[in-house]
Structures are given as C-alpha cells and as structure tokens.
C-alpha cells in the first residue's frame, strides 16, 4: 500500500525572485520559533544512516545528505555510515579514497553539532557489475561482504533507535543491522529504481525479499512506489530544497551580457542532446555539472566535473534555464518525481529543457523528443523567452518538512508493536 503524505571483516577491514535581476532572494520559509517549539516536543533520536554516498567536502549531495543535516539541526544525534568502498576505490576514484581515508576510515568524525560521518573501508568490498559472470559470483560476494561491519560500526548501530538503509549496496547490510539490533526501528530510503542503476541482481533479490521487514519505505515518487516488490510499508515523501541556501543572495557567477543554461547530476546523462542544444544555440553557454563528458565538447559547453552543492548554486540562481538531459526507458520516469534538478530548477524558477517522456506538470517545462528532436533552436528560444514566476515552485517542499516526515513514517505510531 502507498501512502502519500502532504507535502510541502577488523581483520579484513533555496522568497522570492526578482525577475529584473534574474536570482532567487528572500527570506528564509522556516519559522525559527515554530521550529524550536516542535523540537521541544520531538524525542531525541539516535540515527543511524548506511549509504554508499560519502559525507566530504567538495562532492555532490544527495538528499541522504539533506536529511542527515536537517536531523542534526533537529536535536537528533547522527552517524552517516558509508559503505560501497574500499581499497578498491583507489582504482577507480583515488581522490575519493585518499578523502575518506584522511579522517573517516574505520572511524567517525564530527562533521557539525550531532552530526559524525564515517566510512567502512576493507581491503576489499562487494560492488555491482554488467559483467554477468561477476553478478554471478556477488550473489556469494555481497552475502559476505554483508554478513560483517566493524565495531565502531556495530557499537552505533547496537545502540540506534533508528537504521536507515539507503537503496543499493547497503541492503547487504540489512540482515546484520537487524542482528546486532532488533529493536531499532528501520527504514529503507529508496531513491532509485535498483535495476534502473544496474544494482547486482542479489541486492534486487535482498530488496524483494526484505522489504516487508522495514518499519517503512520512503520514496520520493509515487510511480517508483509502485513499481517496488510488493509487500513494503511505502510512504510517499517528495524531495526538498535547501531554501536557506537558495534564498541568500549570491553574485552572478556569469559574464555579464551572456546567455547561460545549466545542467546539474549525471545520472542517466544524454550527452548527445546536450551536444545537439550547444551545437543549435552557439550564443548560449551551456554548463554541465557532475556528468562525465565523452571525447570533443563543442567551446559554448564548459564541463565542471562533480563540485560540492553550495558552490553551484549561484549557478543555479542566475541561469536563463535549467536543462534535465535524461536518456530514459519508461520504467525510468520515476526520476520525473524525484529528480531533486527539477525541484531546484523550478524554486529559482528556471525554465527547463526536459524529455518529451517525463510527464512534467509545472509550468516551466519545455519538452523536447527524447529521440530525433529537430527543433533545438525553437525550444531554446522558448526558454530564453519564458518568464520567471513564483508559482513554479509552489509545493516544493523544504529539506526540513521533508526530514521531519521522514522520521514521522519510521516511527508512526500504527506501526509501532
């Protein structure tokens, strides 16, 4: 059943917008001394969350992180618990690894006030491959890799009241967390689809059949939802923006007197539509953040690579549009109702390039054909000319609400026994 909610081994080891100026601006929405009056009435809980995203400074956040920071400015004590690396990481992502291994290996470190990150970082650690004969051998790998966390590990998790498992590798874990506390409340935050980002088959496995154990099931999309094993708890919880940080006025990061479109995240990323929208619009400056670009970019396309959040988003502030380059099958347009872009996009009321698939209501949507679009020139002339306006972000949550709905759905009273 899915509910909607209102929204806004040790030895291994974003009240306004002023269109003229083209940025957001305003006031903060959270009322400071409403805030603290319901903290007053919240118990304090301690939290647990295990994530193959790492907590660092300089890399990009996903709502894991919005919502550890939002539980810590709560009152709440957490520990962001990251798995999905190893000494593995060093072939793949070495800055990455040398990152976490500076002050978070093995250990936790005191990222803000009740806020502590740490990563579990073994010689070596199960990971999702398309290589068939390795997704064999992981249905072995990830029961393993699962079956053990170190002690500083354990020693949280032994005392939480509440274990999130984020969708992905930290479904390994779910047997283990259960065993070292069966107590604890349980929640699986599922931001994707697991076949959608090419999970191993033996996590699409654990998620089917260990669903029905969580307390709850958070998603960010009705359709993702319902297209979940049967049997979970699923509450329905939009994403948020960080409207403190979207709301203080920033300068302009662009040249004066040119045209800017951005693009933000790089999952499911079209370079070919991007490259087709540059190649149509030469005046426009396109600026991707977080996707890796393939071979030549024309000179109008100006590659970031992964930044941290606060530092794009004067980006997002002052941009002429937003662009949501998807390359998607239709059980992939869940990402239309989760896609935290979209939400950002929309508050600093950008209009937006998106596929003719995504069934985007907001109007500030621009559709284009996923497949054999002729018209990029006429599309970009709409969104240069559209008008910025206030309703485009009406309903968008703060990380805030979202935070707090989260914790309500782990602890409903329904589900208590």
């Known amino acids: 059943m899915i509910v909607r909610r209102r ?42 969350i295990l994530t193959a995203h790492a907590f660092l400074r300089g890399y990009r956040k996903a709502s894991v992180h919005f919502i550890a920071s939002r539980w810590a400015e709560q009152g709440h004590d957490v520990h962001f618990l990251t798995i999905g690396h190893s000494w593995l990481t060093l ?56 079956s053990y966390l170190p002690r500083f590990a354990r020693r949280i998790i032994s005392d939480a009241d509440l274990v999130l ?43 089917a059949t260990e669903i029905g154990r969580f307390d709850a099931v958070c998603v960010p999309s009705e359709r993702l939802g319902a297209l979940l094993p049967p ?39 079209d370079q070919a539509s991007v490259a087709s929208m540059a190649a149509a619009a030469p005046d426009v400056n396109f600026h991707v953040f977080g996707a890796a670009w393939r071979g030549w970019a024309p000179p109008n396309i100006v590659l970031y690579g992964e ?49 003719d698939l995504i069934p985007f209501s907001r109007a500030n949507g621009i559709a284009y054909r996923l497949d054999g679009e002729a018209a990029w020139r006429e599309k970009i002339d709409v969104a240069l000319a559209m008008h910025r306006s206030l309703t485009f972000r009406e309903g968008i949550m703060t990380w805030d609400e979202v935070a707090r709905q989260t914790l309500s759905a782990a602890f409903e009273p329904s589900q208590l026994s």
């Not at 806004?8 to 917008?17: K, N, T």
């Not at 290589?131 to 992981?138: D, G, V």
């Not at 948020?240 to 499911?268: C, H, K, W």
């Not at 002052?318 to 979209?342: C, N, Q």
């Open 231 to 269: 049997g979970g708890r699923v509450r329905v919880i939009p994403q948020g923006v960080d409207a403190a940080l979207f709301d203080r006025e920033q300068p302009s990061p662009y040249r004066p007197g040119t045209r800017n479109a951005i693009s933000i995240g790089n999952m499911l990323f």
């Open 165 to 207: 498992a984020e969708s992905g590798s930290a479904l390994a874990f779910f047997g283990q967390i259960k065993k070292l506390n069966p107590k604890a409340r349980t929640l699986y935050f599922c931001r994707d689809l697991l076949r959608s980002i090419g999970a191993a088959p033996v996590l699409q496995d654990i998620q």
């Open 91 to 146: 072939l793949k992502d070495r800055q990455r690894f040398r990152a976490l291994s500076q002050d978070q290996a093995n250990r936790f470190h005191k990222i803000s006030a009740n806020l502590r990150a740490g990563a579990y970082l073994p010689p070596v650690h199960a990971f999702s491959s398309s290589n068939r004969f390795l997704n064999a051998a992981n249905a072995v790998l990830f029961r393993f890799y699962g």
């Open 307 to 355: 930044k941290d959040f606060e530092s794009i988003v004067p980006y997002l502030q002052h941009a002429d549009f937003g662009i949501a380059p998807y390359r998607l099958t239709e059980d992939e347009v869940y990402l239309a109702e989760s896609s935290l872009k979209l939400a950002q996009y929309s508050y600093c009321g950008l209009p937006i390039l998106l596929p």
């Open 7 to 48: 929204s806004f081994i040790d030895v291994l080891m974003s009240v306004m917008i002023k269109p003229a100026e083209r940025r957001c601006w305003g006031q903060p929405l959270a009322n400071w001394k409403a805030a603290r009056a319901l903290n007053e009435t919240e118990p304090r809980r301690k939290i647990v």
